[in-house]
């Protein structure tokens, strides 16, 4: 008999949950086939995320053996995948518990079921699952602190071990039959589009000890300053799947030094807890990434201008730390926590633009996405979610700049053209005399733009359009 691992965003072996649950009720004689599905839906406007996603598959496949793809709208793709597999076993997988993969993975529900194949579904992406950690009445935590309190409280389950030689045994090579597939696959990866350095699973390890050995316990003050080299870089690899949460949380309890500083590994366990927090809030509330949270902030008159949004997107606003944030995502396809909250806060308030169309445009290019973190951060960033910041704090974009990259250092890693303005106008390169534009070799208006709003009036404005919708 067959059995089936459906893979998804769980690429890995070590400690994922379907898998190894699979592999130990593997029968001799029995066979292991590891499936790969590509949904059309996931695979347009391809950008930067949907290149990094497909690298680390092409990473997992070259490493673990083979990976049998189908193609085309889930029904019909597992139906004619079913017609060439016989005697199958089970089918097992980590369940998505939001949004499109919820869905879809509902919609298959029916389908095995006329195809009378066992399923096995497991919660392997959040460290805690949706419903874990609630209220003592079994109520819903809209605030992320006695969230994390209850979060705290509760055991975390362990990392499960494979038996990687009985895996090894039983994994089959049947890619003839699933050509198609293949073929997919093959354009898909063949160029990528960016030369990404750090892909996979033994990436994804390499990184967390390099992590766990130092920097963590610097994490707390270091992991504000986008020039630093101050976080651990995960979300990438938890978004593919290429490391399990609870291998971060284990590998943190049991190798960081007690002796140490703590505060830095408190403050990383706490945001291993906000993709939990993101993780429920998305849950309960399944339209999120069309609808604001707080209904009273729904239907705020955004400005449909298209050239404004452009040129955030092109980094063009002559906000430095702005442009910066946006040149690192447009280039990387990563952009660093303090940045997002900085260009999420700049594109709604100070230009009024629909929080959704700056969503889904990291969407695009994020490496690391994931729509219950993603959502969660824009909306709170533009004050429509749940725990979000208050609708009369904006963020001011020099300000930012000057507190958090206070020599313009990730200015300059992003902007060249700013590279010889004196640190004195790194943040406000349009104050420069013609004279110090002459000297820096930078003109503005020309090498780099004037600011394209007024903060002050923009904050003003904003405030007085969100009040009205208050009041
Ligand atoms: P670290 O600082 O090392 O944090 C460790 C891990 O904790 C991260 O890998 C991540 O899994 C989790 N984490 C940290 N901060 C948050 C947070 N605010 N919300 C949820 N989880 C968090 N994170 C994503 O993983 N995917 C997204 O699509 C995403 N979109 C965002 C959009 C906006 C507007 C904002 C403000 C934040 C967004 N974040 C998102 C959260 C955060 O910016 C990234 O998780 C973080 O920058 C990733 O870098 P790191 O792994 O080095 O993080």
Avoid at 80 to 103: H, L, P, Q, R
Avoid at 194 to 212: C, I, N, P, S, Y
Avoid at 340 to 357: C, E, I, N, P, Q
Avoid at 385 to 413: C, K, L, M, W
Wanted: include cysteine; glycine fraction near 6%.
């Amino acid at each position: 008999a067959t059995s089936i691992v459906w893979i998804r965003n769980d690429l890995r072996i070590h400690d994922n949950i379907a898998l190894t649950e699979a592999v130990k009720d593997l029968e001799e004689g029995d066979d292991l086939l590891l499936l790969f599905h590509i949904h059309p839906d996931l695979i347009q406007n391809f950008d930067l995320q949907h290149d990094y996603f497909f690298q680390t598959v092409k990473a997992f496949h070259e490493a673990n053996g083979p990976l049998h793809f189908i193609y085309g709208p889930e029904e019909e793709a597992f139906r004619s995948m079913f017609e060439s597999v016989d005697d199958v076993k089970g089918i097992y997988f980590n369940e998505a518990e939001t949004g499109f993969g919820k869905e879809r993975d509902g919609r298959m529900k029916p389908v095995f079921e006329d195809e009378e194949v066992p399923v096995h579904t497991y919660i392997d992406h959040p460290l805690h699952g949706a419903g874990e950690v609630t209220k003592k009445d079994g109520g819903l935590y809209q605030v992320f602190s006695p969230y994390f309190k209850q979060w705290q409280k509760l055991d975390k389950p362990s990392v499960r071990k494979v038996d990687e030689s009985k895996l090894k045994k039983h994994l089959v090579d049947r890619t003839d039959s699933f050509s198609e597939g293949k073929k997919k696959y093959e354009e898909l990866t063949e160029q990528p589009l960016l030369d990404w350095k750090h892909v996979g699973e033994q990436a994804a390890d390499e990184r967390l000890t390099f992590f766990l050995d130092e920097p963590v316990y610097y994490y707390e003050e270091d992991r504000d300053f986008p020039s630093k080299d101050g976080t651990s870089l995960m979300s990438r690899y938890l978004r593919t799947g290429a490391i399990s949460p609870r291998t971060i949380y284990h590998r943190v309890m049991q190798e960081t030094d007690g002796r140490k500083r703590q505060d830095g590994v408190e403050s990383f366990i706490r945001e291993l807890a906000f993709r939990d927090f993101y993780h429920m809030v998305y849950y309960n509330h399944p339209d999120a990434g069309d609808k604001e949270i707080t209904e009273k902030f729904r239907g705020i008159p955004w400005n449909e201008d298209e050239e404004i949004f452009e040129r955030w997107k092109e980094a063009e606003t002559g906000f430095p730390f702005i442009d910066a944030a946006i040149r690192q995502l447009n280039k990387t396809g990563w952009m660093h926590n303090r940045a997002r909250m900085a260009v999420a806060s700049f594109l709604t308030k100070d230009l009024l633009v629909d929080w959704r169309k700056g969503e889904r445009y990291f969407h695009q290019k994020l490496a690391d996405y994931e729509a219950a973190s993603n959502i969660g951060g824009w909306q709170w960033a533009s004050s429509t979610g749940t725990d979000a910041v208050p609708y009369f704090r904006v963020f001011n974009p020099v300000r930012q700049s000057e507190r958090f990259d206070p020599h313009g250092e990730y200015i300059r890693t992003w902007i060249p053209e700013l590279e010889d303005v004196p640190k004195k106008y790194i943040h406000q390169p349009h104050k420069m005399s013609e004279e110090e534009q002459k000297k820096a070799g930078c003109k503005i208006g020309e090498d780099y733009p004037e600011p394209m709003v007024d903060h002050k009036k923009m904050r003003e404005r904003a405030i007085e359009v969100y009040k009205q919708r208050k009041d």
